[in-house]
C-alpha cells in the first residue's frame, strides 16, 4: 500500500487534522501533526455530528470512546422566536434507524480528545507551538517553515488550518475569505444555574427577524451549550473570534422566549464569531501538497456539518493516496470531494436565509407552511447528507 512509512506533515490539530492524522497513519504512514498553539484547549462550544460523520469515527475505531461522550438528542424542534413549536423532527432511536448511526452532539474539547488519543494510539507524532509561515516543494519532498525557526520535510503536506488557512493562500492561491453579513456567539451554561426541565434533551432553533438562537444540553445534560446568530453590516475584528460582554448578546435577543431569556441571564463569558464564506476554491490540491476540512471548503455552520466534512475528508484522503500514491490519490480525493462539500456549502447558506425571514408576515406563512409538511419529507431532506457513508464507498 503507498502510505506505508511516507512522512506526511499536518498543519492544524482541529477535528479535520487529528482525524486525517489518524487515518493516514492507520495505513502506514508516519504523520507529524504541527500547531500553532500550545495545546488542544478551546473555547467551550458544541458540535453536532450526524451519522455521516459518525461513520467515519467508526472506521477509525473511535466509536466507542465517541459514544461515552456524546450526547444523542431526542429531536430537532424548530420555534419560533417566542417559543411556538413549528416543527419537530425526531431524531435519537428514529435517525439511528433510519441512517444506520447515530446524530450526536458534543463539548469540542471531549470530541478533540477522542480524537487525539485515537491519532496517539496510531503512532502520531502531535508538536505544539508551531506557526507555518512558508511551505515549498520540489519534486517528492515538501518543505515547512515554522515561526520558531523550526524546518520539517516530508513527502506530503496536508493543510488542515481552518478558515484561515496559510497553506491555501501560500500553496494553493485562495482569495480570502468573504464576512457573510452574520455573527455567531457561542458558549455554555451550567444546567443547574437554570430552572429544572428548562431544556428537553433535544437541539432548539429559536427563528426570529435577522436572528435565530441554538440550544441544546451536552455532557449528561449538566450544560446547556448556545449558539445565537445575527446579522449585522460589517465585522472590523481582524480575528474570527473574540471575546464579547454577555450584555450585548442579552440585548440582541431581547424578546425571544422565557427559556431563551432564562439562559441569557446566566452567561458570563461567552466569544463572537465572524461567519465567514470563502468562493469555491478552484484546486484542494497542488503536487504534495493538499488541503481538508474548512481549509478548502469553509461553510456557514447553519447545516452543522464543517466538522463532519472534515470527518468524511480525511477518511476519502487517506484512502486514496493509499490506494493512488500521494499525487495522484490527492487529485482523486479532490474530484470525489468537491461536489458534495460545495453541495453542503450552498444548502448551509440557504437554510440561513430560512431562519431569518425579516417580514413578520411572510416570516408567519413560511413556518405555518413548514408546520404542514409532513414529518417524513422534511426528515428525508436530509438523507443525502446523513445517509451517505464515505467509508463504505471505492
Ligand atoms: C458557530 C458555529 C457552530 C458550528 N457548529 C457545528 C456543528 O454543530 N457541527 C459541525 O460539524 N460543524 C460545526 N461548525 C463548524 C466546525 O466548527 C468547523 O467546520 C470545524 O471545526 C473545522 O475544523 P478544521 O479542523 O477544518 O479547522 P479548525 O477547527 O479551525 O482547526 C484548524 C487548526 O489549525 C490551526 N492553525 C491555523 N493556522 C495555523 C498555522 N499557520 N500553523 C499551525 N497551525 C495553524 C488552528 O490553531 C486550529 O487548531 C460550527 C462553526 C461555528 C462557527
Avoid at 78 to 105: I, T
Avoid at 186 to 201: D, I, Q
Avoid at 334 to 355: F, H, I, L
Amino acid at each position: 500500500m503507498a502510505l506505508k512509512n511516507q512522512e506526511i506533515s499536518i498543519i492544524g490539530a482541529g477535528i479535520g487534522g487529528l482525524a486525517t492524522a489518524t487515518a493516514l497513519a492507520q495505513r502506514g504512514a508516519r504523520v507529524r501533526v504541527f500547531e500553532q498553539a500550545e495545546g488542544l484547549g478551546e473555547v467551550g462550544a458544541g458540535l453536532q455530528i450526524s451519522p455521516n460523520g459518525v461513520a467515519v469515527l467508526e472506521a477509525l475505531g473511535l466509536r466507542e470512546a465517541a459514544a461515552a461522550v456524546a450526547n444523542t438528542p431526542e429531536a430537532v424542534v424548530l420555534r419560533d422566536y417566542r417559543g411556538g413549536e413549528v416543527v419537530r423532527l425526531p431524531m435519537g432511536a428514529s435517525a439511528e434507524a433510519r441512517y444506520g448511526r447515530p446524530y450526536w452532539q458534543f463539548h469540542r474539547a471531549d470530541l478533540l480528545a477522542v480524537l487525539e488519543q485515537g491519532a496517539l494510539a496510531a503512532g502520531v507524532n502531535l508538536v505544539f507551538g508551531h506557526r507555518l509561515i512558508a511551505v515549498s516543494q520540489g519534486e517528492i519532498r515538501v518543505k515547512a517553515e515554522f515561526d520558531n525557526g523550526d524546518v520539517a520535510e516530508a513527502n506530503a503536506l496536508i493543510g488542515a488550518d481552518g478558515v484561515r488557512s496559510v497553506v491555501r493562500g501560500l500553496a494553493l492561491h485562495g482569495q480570502p475569505a468573504e464576512f457573510t453579513g452574520q455573527v455567531a456567539w457561542r458558549g455554555l451554561v451550567a444546567a443547574e444555574r437554570l430552572p429544572k426541565g428548562l431544556f428537553e434533551n433535544a437541539a432548539q432553533v429559536f427563528m426570529g427577524k435577522g436572528r435565530h438562537f441554538v440550544a441544546y444540553p451536552l455532557r449528561g445534560g449538566s450544560v446547556i451549550n448556545f449558539v445565537a446568530v445575527e446579522e449585522r453590516v460589517g465585522w472590523a475584528d481582524e480575528g474570527w473570534n473574540i471575546s464579547d460582554t454577555p450584555d450585548n448578546l442579552r440585548n440582541a435577543f431581547k424578546g425571544f422566549a422565557t427559556p431563551v431569556q432564562a439562559l441569557l441571564e446566566q452567561v458570563e463569558e461567552t466569544f463572537l464569531w465572524g461567519l465567514f464564506n470563502h468562493p469555491v476554491l478552484p484546486n484542494w490540491s497542488d503536487g504534495h501538497i493538499g488541503l481538508v476540512g474548512d481549509a478548502c471548503h469553509p461553510m456557514l455552520p447553519f447545516l452543522a456539518q464543517g466538522a463532519g466534512m472534515g470527518l468524511e475528508d480525511a477518511y476519502v484522503l487517506a484512502r486514496e493516496m493509499d490506494e493512488k500514491g500521494i499525487k495522484n490519490g490527492l487529485q482523486a480525493y479532490e474530484t470525489m470531494r468537491k461536489s458534495r462539500a460545495t453541495r453542503v456549502q450552498k444548502g448551509a447558506a440557504r437554510n440561513a436565509w430560512s431562519y431569518h425571514l425579516r417580514n413578520p408576515l411572510f416570516r408567519g406563512a413560511a413556518h405555518k407552511v413548514l408546520a404542514m409538511v409532513p414529518q417524513k419529507a422534511l426528515l428525508g431532506q436530509f438523507d443525502y447528507l446523513y445517509g451517505h457513508d464515505v467509508t463504505e464507498q471505492n
